[in-house]
């Protein structure tokens, strides 16, 4: 009942009456007053006028299940929410539960990550207070090797999510990044638990740096947050739920097509190496080209000096600018 009065009380413009509240979800208005204070506890501001009802005033920046529940509006993006104030990695979290049965489009989201994980082992930085760290669960009827193609789906989706919520243009690096002025603000990481020929299921992690005032030195040359780009604070909850909105969208089409098909032209049009000379290193072999985009199963395709187009896939292979990171 407390995500959906909050819904109500940010849907309503002006106050909506208590009665009207007691009517709607059929309790009495003791009921009703005793979750208006427990919102008012957790720091939301509601007005309480005498013969005219409730008003929602303002809403604090946390990521709790009512509120992030609140503000969506998809059919099963994030239908079940868990939030834990701090937790090793939501995407350990997300693959456990998804061991144990959780359905598909379960979000698990966390304020602090003591074990953020990058690809191949890294570490993701992850603070309290700031980002935003949450993973969302999947079980896609796909083939195993199909499913790397859902880093790209998630991409797509963040790129545009922050750029709906903030103004702010946001730029994919392939295949799992996501900068803004030429550095990192967003990293992914599809994790899977596979038999040999089925996917159990798909985690996909997202690490946002959202109001982060400040980075470790040795990431500060490459890592930004929103606030840092443009001076603003944002409110995470809002950006989650955006970032679900667009997800369920873009992953239907995939789910429909088998491949990128529907979103290459958009993809393409927010790749940051696009056009752009880059250095790839594989394991043991390294060479600069174009990058000229990505194809429908997620490969970026790059243009070497001897003419060739070579097709680069995601797995072990970073993609670097000539004279840095982008
Ligand atoms: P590559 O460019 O080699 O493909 P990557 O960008 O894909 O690497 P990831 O594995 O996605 O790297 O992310 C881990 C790396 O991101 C870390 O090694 C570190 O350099 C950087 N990093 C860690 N935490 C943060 C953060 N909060 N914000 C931005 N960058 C971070």
């Known amino acids: 009942m ?6 109500i009380l940010r ?30 506890e957790e720091g939301y501001q509601i007005e309480a006028v005498r013969n ?25 993006a994030g239908c079940d929410v868990l939030y834990f104030p701090e937790t090793d990695s939501t995407n350990t979290r997300a693959k456990h539960f998804g061991d144990e049965g959780a359905s598909h489009g379960t979000l698990v989201v966390a304020e602090k990550q003591t074990g953020g994980k990058g690809r191949r082992g890294r570490r993701w930085e992850s603070p309290a207070g700031s980002s935003v760290y949450m993973s969302i ?51 992914i990481l599809t994790e899977m638990s596979t038999e040999i020929q089925w996917i159990n299921h798909v985690v996909i992690g997202v690490g946002i740096n959202v109001n982060t005032e400040s980075f470790p030195e040795e990431l500060a040359k490459t ?15 809002p950006l989650i739920a955006e ?49 000229v985009g990505i194809n429908e199963t997620g490969e970026l395709l790059i243009h070497t000096a001897d003419g060739r187009i070579r097709k680069v896939y995601a797995g072990e292979v970073s993609v670097r600018g000539i004279y840095g990171y982008v």
């Open 2 to 7: 407390k995500a959906e009065i909050l819904s």
């Open 11 to 40: 849907e309503t413009e002006g106050y909506i009456s208590g009665q009207q509240l007691c009517k709607q979800f059929q309790v009495s208005r003791t009921a009703v007053w005793k979750v208006i204070e427990q919102l008012k």
């Open 52 to 76: 005219r009802g409730y008003r929602l005033e303002s809403a604090p920046d946390v990521m709790w299940r009512a509120e992030i529940e609140s503000l969506l509006t998809t059919k099963w």
């Open 137 to 187: 669960l999947l079980r896609p009827e796909i083939q195993p090797n199909q499913a790397p193609m859902l880093t790209l789906v998630m991409a797509q989706s963040v790129a545009e999510a922050v750029c709906t919520v903030t103004g702010q243009r946001a730029w994919i690096k392939w295949p799992n990044d996501i900068v803004v002025n030429g550095k990192k603000v967003c990293g």
């Open 223 to 237: 890592a930004t947050s929103l606030y840092l780009e443009n001076g603003k604070r944002w409110r995470r909850a």
């Open 243 to 291: 970032v679900m909105k667009q997800f369920e969208r873009y992953y239907d089409l995939f789910i429909q097509t088998g491949d990128l098909s529907g979103i290459l032209n958009e993809y393409n049009a927010l790749l940051v190496n696009q056009g752009r000379e880059v250095r790839v290193l594989e394991p043991g072999h390294e060479y600069n080209g174009h990058a």
